[in-house]
């Protein structure tokens, strides 16, 4: 029987602790193997604290791969994104819609809120601990943290923000004199574009510099956004519709419409993240009502003013839906089918998801009953009811919608009228219009009345990124400080008008 070698504790405390190897190395520096080196270890009770552990692994790493851990390499961010893509169909697991819902359900479980971070406990606990370690309620609040932040990372990285490392021409960038005079020196006015191609950023990140240096007078910022304009002229031009204006104040008292069709009555703004959000606009309190007036002014005169925000133009499915809604406003979709031609069928709740995220600006609901028009087997169209939070009214129309590129004459007719059989006398239907995006004439067409105009609705967006947040996932205590915070800014629609069916 071969017995263990004698090796006492003060040896391995020495090599293993004071000198701090790995056991690895330790078991080759006493000549056994890694498990009988474990086994003296869990014989002499000896145990490295975390911060040795840690710093030993940074070494092997740095030694095998030039950096502090494995998941800094780029031979293991590939594998996370390729494993994400295969699971989820996106390189990020965080950016899956069903991570997404399985966090709300576990945080919705857990706290009875979407998300942890809305939780008051939460936030007061963040607070205070704050308060005890740097005096102010967020740590991005502390110069001592800031400070130290940037001194790490000008080690580090040679910049003092580690999200400048891409930047060109930094010393420009960084200081207030030095951007004005650059802006001075050039021969005319850039663009925004042209800046953002100067300095390597986002075109987002451009006006946010502009303005926190108050330099727009030296900069054409309207250019800016003709990129996205001329692509929904384009757009218009492609439909056969050529008579166009643009940039036009001679319509709505010397305020601008960015593009307006006159022989539709249709005016189309192009509302830029950076300029249309709280960061301009903050009045009645921080929900800015400067796009439900100026679409009320609009409709004044007879016309219809179709917005589109540059978080939704930057989204391929939500830029297919309002492709798609434009058509039908102009009356353009290719396939017209009636009604009478189709079938009703109540839908399976994964039927009804599947089409509203494909066909819906808003996507899913959570609806109890939803019907869809079926034309030779094919669902065209889908129209969906829940029960409202309040007791106000009996039931709410939620969605309805149409396949893409294709008009369903007497559609929603044909699913309101199946769905009131279902009704007692006296039972109410209410519903929204977005002003943003609809008319409601349909709500007209079906029965409804209007009963009020409400307050816009917002979102809140991280400039530069595709990251947006509703009012129904953060609303809660220091919503706004929180999310400015955390670098996000609100921006507010149009609004939305109530409209109420009552069954005789």
């Known amino acids: ?101 399985k966090a709300r359900r576990t945080c919705l479980d857990k706290y009875g809120v979407a998300a942890y971070v809305l939780t008051q406990e939460f936030v007061e606990q963040t607070k205070q601990t704050c308060l005890e370690k740097y005096g102010v309620e967020y740590s991005t609040q502390s110069p001592e943290v800031n400070q130290k932040r940037r001194q790490s990372n000008l080690k580090k990285y040679g910049v003092p923000n580690i999200n400048q490392i891409h930047i060109e021409h930094l010393d420009i960038w960084n200081s207030r004199d030095a951007f004005f005079a650059y802006l001075n020196g050039l021969e005319r006015r850039p663009t925004i574009l042209e800046l953002a191609e100067y300095f390597n950023v986002g075109d987002t ?96 005169k007879g016309i219809f003013l179709f917005h589109i925000f540059e978080y939704e133009w930057n989204n391929p499915n939500t830029q297919k839906n309002i492709i798609n809604r434009l058509q039908q406003v102009l009356g353009l979709c290719q396939r017209k089918i009636g009604a009478r031609k189709c079938t009703i069928r109540e839908l399976t709740k994964q039927q009804k998801a599947d089409f509203l995220a494909i066909n819906h600006i808003q996507g899913n609901d959570h609806s109890t009953y939803q019907y869809g028009l079926f034309y030779k087997d094919e669902l065209v169209a889908c129209m969906t009811f829940v029960r409202p939070k309040s007791n106000k009214y009996t039931w709410e129309l939620s969605r309805f919608c149409t396949v893409h590129g294709t008009t369903v004459q007497g559609g929603a007719s044909k699913l309101f009228q199946h769905f009131l059989k279902m009704l007692k006398p006296g039972d109410t239907v209410s519903s929204y219009n977005d002003i943003t995006k609809t008319k409601g004439d349909l709500y007209k067409t079906l029965g409804f009345k209007n009963t009020s105009l409400n307050s816009p609705n917002y979102v809140w967006v991280k400039f530069g990124t595709a990251e947006i947040r509703t009012r129904y996932q953060e609303q809660a205590a220091h919503e706004v400080e929180r999310m400015h915070a955390q670098g996000y800014h609100r921006i507010c629609d149009a609004g939305t008008r109530t409209w109420v069916y009552t069954k005789t």
């Open 1 to 101: 029987m071969n017995r263990l070698p004698d090796i006492n504790k003060e040896e391995i405390v020495d090599f293993f602790l004071t000198q701090n190897h790995s056991r690895a190395e330790s078991a080759a520096h006493f000549n056994i193997s890694e498990s009988t080196f474990r086994y003296y270890l869990k014989k002499y009770n000896i145990q490295k604290s975390k911060k040795s552990a840690a710093e030993n692994a940074k070494k092997t790493f740095h030694a095998h791969y030039g950096v502090d851990s494995f998941f800094q390499t780029d031979e293991c961010k590939q594998k996370c994104k390729d494993a994400a893509l295969a699971q989820f169909g996106v390189d990020w697991p965080t950016k899956a819609q069903e991570v997404k819902d």
């Open 205 to 300: 990140g451009v006006q946010k510099r502009i303005h926190q240096y108050g330099v727009e007078d030296l900069v054409l910022l309207k250019p800016h956004m003709s990129k996205y304009e001329n692509e929904i002229a384009n757009l218009l031009q492609s439909w056969g519709i050529t008579n166009i204006e643009r940039n036009s104040r001679n319509i709505l008292d010397g305020l601008e419409i960015d593009i307006y069709v006159p022989e539709y009555k249709l005016g189309i703004e192009f509302n830029g993240d950076y300029w249309h959000s709280d960061i301009f606009n903050t009045d009645h309190n921080g929900r800015s009502l400067v796009h439900q007036k100026k679409s009320l002014l609009a409709e004044s």
